[in-house]
T-cell receptor, first 119, second 112 residues
């Protein structure tokens, strides 16, 4: 079984500053994927970034980067140059390889971090 | 816009009723997933289909059922509704196994 832990229920950051949202995961399987999603107050779930367990480089997508530390089982999201529009709930999630699960690759989510960007 | 379409956006009904939620995946995506988001349970996986076949099942109640049709759209049927079924129901799709899942805007179900 896999588990995702997000220990920061809420965070504040000033506009234009960088912010790190923490995520740790627990699995004994060697092949897995790690994801971050953003959920604004309007409710939709927006895919931000993906990191595979065998990827050597940390994933980056524009202002988002994933700080992947495999030995520590952490997959922190870094948002650079925060904008007011970044205010939202952020979820870390993971899947196991479908080869290990027998075909399914459900997402297991953490409890989320509510980010508020201030002027 | 994720490319995943869910209808309806909002649904208000009474206890004991039955509803059907519909999802059209992104063009070309074979996998469809259903998730439930509630205040007390967070985001929970319900069920996954791949090219018309059930691939994985989560903590989906027996009162709930789903299917994926030959054109790859999917429906989630919820019956004998209870107050606790009030939640945001998401559909997601992916291009293949181990690919990022893209979510629709969700259907907000309110049971009165």
């Amino acid at each position: 079984a896999q588990k995702i832990t997000q220990t920061q229920p809420g965070m504040f950051v000033q506009e234009k500053e960088a912010v790190t949202l923490d995520c740790t995961y627990d699995t004994s399987d060697p092949s897995y994927g790690l994801f971050w999603y953003k959920q604004p107050s309007s409710g939709e779930m927006i895919f931000l970034i993906y990191q595979g367990s065998y990827d050597q480089q940390n994933a980056t997508e524009g202002r988002y980067s994933l700080n992947f530390q495999k030995a520590r089982k952490s997959a922190n999201l870094v948002i650079s140059a925060s904008q007011l529009g970044d205010s939202a709930m952020y979820f870390c999630a993971m899947t196991l390889s479908h080869i290990l699960t027998g075909g399914g690759n459900k997402l297991t989510f953490g409890t989320g971090t509510q980010l508020k960007v201030e002027l | 816009d994720s490319g995943v379409t869910q209808t309806p956006k909002h649904l208000i009904t009474a206890t004991g009723q039955r509803v059907t939620l519909r999802c059209s995946p992104r063009s070309g995506d074979l996998s469809v997933y259903w998730y439930q988001q509630s205040l007390d349970q967070g985001l929970q996986f319900l069920i996954q289909y791949y090219n018309g076949e059930e691939r994985a099942k989560g903590n989906i109640l027996e009162r709930f059922s789903a299917q994926q049709f030959p054109d790859l759209h999917s429906e989630l049927n919820l019956s004998s509704l209870e107050l606790g079924d009030s939640a945001l129901y998401f559909c997601a799709s992916s291009a293949g196994q181990d690919q990022p899942q893209h979510f629709g805007d969700g259907t907000r179900l309110s049971i009165l």
